[in-house]
């Protein structure tokens, strides 16, 4: 996240305008909620391919935390172990790991995939995102 900038647009949403990310593209968060005055949860698209080689062209919604404390900004992008251990349950029946990368097996259930949800979201682990200004 370092050297993003983002802006506010109207509704709540926020939109990745320049940075450096893995995939140099402008991307939308759309607000999903406030969790307290100072923490939201937002959600925005990845293709699933980004985390599985031979995945299908999907893409899954993930959803993250944000929090403010006078200008800082902090980052929620973990999730709690009970959703992890969905993930991994997941993985064992539809994925093989192999030379540090996850391969979809040709016949994965996609539909049972674990989309993450705001309750997923770790608040306990978070990672400093920028100043406001």
Do not use: C
Not at 13 to 40: C, D, T
């Amino acid at each position: 996240m370092h050297g993003a900038l983002y802006e506010a647009i109207p509704g709540g949403n926020w939109v990745l305008i320049s940075g450096r990310s893995p995939f140099l593209l402008i991307k939308e968060y759309k607000f999903l909620g406030a969790r307290s005055e100072s923490q939201a949860y937002y959600s925005h698209q990845k293709p699933i391919s980004f985390f599985f080689d031979n995945a299908p062209s999907l893409g899954i919604v993930m959803v993250e935390g944000y929090s403010i404390e006078g200008a800082k900004i902090t980052r929620f992008s973990k999730y709690v172990p009970s959703y992890e251990e969905k993930l991994d349950a997941w993985k064992e029946d539809n994925a093989i790991f192999t030379n540090d990368i996850w391969i979809a097996k040709t016949n994965a259930n996609w539909r049972s995939f674990p989309v993450p949800q705001p309750e997923d979201v770790n608040w306990a682990s978070g990672d400093y995102a920028g100043e406001l200004y």
